[in-house]
């Protein structure tokens, strides 16, 4: 659902947000920051990209000279995903929670201090 800039997916157990641009298809999102917070009020960001979006800023930064000339690409915070869409995202945000593995793929926030509010 929206909820401003805010595109919210609300699972029994947490809470996933994204940040589309306003006139993003979601169905087309590439790269979106993201986060990920449990009713404990923990949070977890990070930024997902798919392989073609990788590719094309690679292939944009040969010609800026940006990461010497688009040889590498890094992002302290990133994950890197096969297909494009918010749906597809929310699948593999999904299994990571199940996993556990999020704590290795997105960045640490700690607590949401709104959540006292």
């Known amino acids: 659902m929206w909820d401003g800039p805010f595109y919210r ?3 029994e157990d947490y809470e996933i947000c994204f940040l589309p641009r ?4 979601l ?3 590439c790269n979106v920051d993201m986060w990920l917070t449990f009713p404990d009020g923990n949070r977890w960001s990070g930024t997902i990209f798919t ?3 990788v590719q094309r800023l690679m292939d944009r930064w040969k010609d800026t000279g940006e990461c010497l000339d688009g040889t590498y690409f890094y ?3 990133e994950l890197i995903v096969r297909h494009a869409g918010i749906s597809s995202m929310v699948r593999v945000i999904d299994d ?3 996993t556990g593995d999020y704590e290795c793929a997105l960045r640490p926030n700690g ?7």
Do not use: H
């Not at 306003?22 to 298809?25: A, F, G, H, I, L």
């Not at 607590?111 to 509010?117: C, H, K, M, Q, R």
């Open 9 to 11: 997916v609300k699972r």
């Open 22 to 25: 306003e006139d993003e298809d």
């Open 27 to 29: 169905e087309e999102v």
């Open 51 to 53: 392989l073609d979006e």
């Open 75 to 77: 992002c302290w915070d």
């Open 96 to 98: 990571l929670v199940v």
């Open 111 to 117: 607590p949401d201090d709104d959540l006292d509010d």
